[in-house]
């Protein structure tokens, strides 16, 4: 299996612009995290979903931000505008259901700078 | 709330030597899961081990072990015969078994010397 793969890897933009960023889960895995790391707030969890549905967005910081997963194979995370505070790398994760303890896997990150 | 809390920004060790990464944790649900991950430079967040809040014994994987007191909330991470590659960002996090949230600390930093 490929893992848990994201694009772009990296992407810089300027403010007010739209970002999109992509994931493509592991196959077969029915839950899916979105995480963003700075260095001031550490790692932290914005959405996730299970098989296909938004299951706690307490974390998105503001509506500029939106995610969704319209099929199992795919997710994406929008900000518009964006804004130099969004700067950070942005982890997508999937893991197998049914145990809270199964591994998460996480994919390289997109290392998002907005000038 | 739930909270995780790393309280060791740096640390330094031995080649060949054994460390321990304190975590100490905030919960008031009674199932929960300890995860530890590691970070190398490369970015890659890295599973190491679990422990789940009724396991009776503490959870081993090759040269990590975590050191679980579940009365003082804490689950240590102790690596064992450090070696060069074990240098990175170490995260301690927590997941409801309700749920699936999980929370990280802010992670400690390892250094391995030669």
């Known amino acids: 299996d490929a893992g848990v793969i994201q694009s772009p890897r990296h992407e810089v933009t300027e403010m007010g612009q739209e970002v999109t960023l992509r994931c493509k889960p592991i196959?077969?895995?029915?839950?899916l995290f979105w995480y963003r790391q700075t260095m001031m707030r550490g790692l932290e969890l914005l959405i996730y979903?299970?098989?296909?549905?938004?299951?706690?967005d307490s974390g998105m910081p503001e509506d500029r931000f939106s995610a969704k997963m319209p099929n199992a194979s795919f997710s994406t995370l929008k900000i518009q505008p964006s804004e130099p505070r969004d700067s950070a790398v942005y982890f997508c994760?999937?893991?197998?259901?049914?145990?809270?303890?199964?591994?998460?896997?996480f994919g390289p990150g997109t290392r998002l700078t907005v000038l | 709330a739930q909270k995780i809390t790393q309280t060791q920004p740096g640390m330094f060790v031995q080649e060949k030597e054994a460390v321990t990464l304190d975590c100490t944790y905030d919960?008031?649900?009674?199932?929960?899961?300890l995860f530890w991950y590691k970070q190398p430079s490369s970015g890659e967040m890295i599973f190491l081990i679990y422990?789940?809040?009724?396991?009776?014994q503490n959870a081993t994987e090759g040269r990590y072990s975590l050191n679980f007191q579940k009365a003082r909330k804490s689950a240590n991470l102790v690596i064992s015969a450090s070696q060069l590659g074990d240098s990175a960002m170490y995260f301690c996090?927590?997941?409801?078994?309700?749920?699936?949230?999980?929370?990280f600390g802010a992670g400690t930093r390892l250094f391995v010397k030669a």
């Open positions: 994760a999937s893991q197998t259901g049914g145990r809270a303890y199964n591994e998460q896997f």
């Open positions: 196959s077969g895995h029915d839950y």
């Open positions: 979903f299970n098989n296909n549905v938004p299951i706690d």
């Open positions: 919960t008031s649900d009674p199932s929960y899961g």
């Open positions: 422990q789940g809040s009724y396991d009776q």
């Open positions: 996090a927590m997941i409801n078994t309700g749920g699936f949230k999980t929370i």
